[in-house]
């Protein structure tokens, strides 16, 4: 997978080049149709160190995280991956150290919307015509992508770009949106993409995901 981005990013003027282009489709791509506004995007470089550093790693769950970081960084067989998360481990851990945040904010867009999965409990599919699933091809899909007609990504590969770029593999998601009764409601996620590895004497594929699970009340 990662060879596919650095090969692709050298076509476009490198990783950077990639990111930002990659970013600015992934947003374009969700305009509100019913808009004649256009997309509006940020992309916000945040330095946290001390006090800040304590309470981003508070809110991260950082101690249940690292556990799986190093033990990822620690192979027998030194990867590119191990190393950089070896270092990411290294200057996350220390609170004195700069760390730095990638924000990218966008407006007049659909947001994270749509089911958890593409399929329920049952094994049936959750897929509807017409009703987008942004949230489970953005957060949880692999290779996959929308086939809306006019997206201008390819692949699925635009938002792996954003854990090829940070050094712990991890991207924090939240999103206003509007729910099924129509009412206006923020969703955070998370996901770390690690590669195979084993943690607490368990085997784990790599991809984890953050938040919080909630029983039905149905």
């Known amino acids: 997978f990662g060879t596919l981005l650095d090969n692709t990013a050298r076509k476009v003027g490198g990783l950077l080049s990639l990111f930002v282009r990659e970013v600015l489709s992934n947003s374009a791509d969700q305009r509100l149709l019913n808009s004649t506004h256009p997309v509006k995007v940020f992309i916000d470089i945040i330095s946290i160190s001390s006090d ?25 067989d030194k990867t590119v991956t191990s190393s950089q998360l070896g270092e990411g481990l290294k200057n996350i851990n220390d609170d004195d150290e700069i760390t730095q945040l990638v924000r990218i904010s966008d407006y007049n867009s659909y947001g994270l919307c749509g089911p958890e999965d593409d399929v329920d409990d049952d094994g049936n599919s959750t897929v509807i015509e017409g009703v987008r699933r942004n ?62 590895h084993r943690c607490d004497r368990e085997s784990f594929d790599g991809p984890g995901f953050f938040g919080s699970i909630v029983k039905d009340s149905k």
């Not at 309470?55 to 991260?60: T, V």
């Not at 938002?159 to 409601?185: C, P």
């Open 52 to 76: 800040t550093k304590k309470n981003f790693k508070k809110a991260l769950d950082w101690d249940s995280l690292k556990k799986h970081i190093s033990a990822s960084a620690s192979t027998k």
């Open 135 to 196: 949230f489970e091809l953005f957060a949880k899909s692999t290779f996959i992508t929308s086939q809306d007609a006019g997206r201008q990504g390819a692949f699925g590969l635009g938002k792996g770009v954003l854990y090829h770029l940070s050094s712990l593999k991890t991207v924090l998601m939240s999103s206003t949106i509007l729910n099924e009764e129509g009412v206006e409601t923020i969703r955070t996620f998370g996901r770390t993409e690690l590669p195979f």
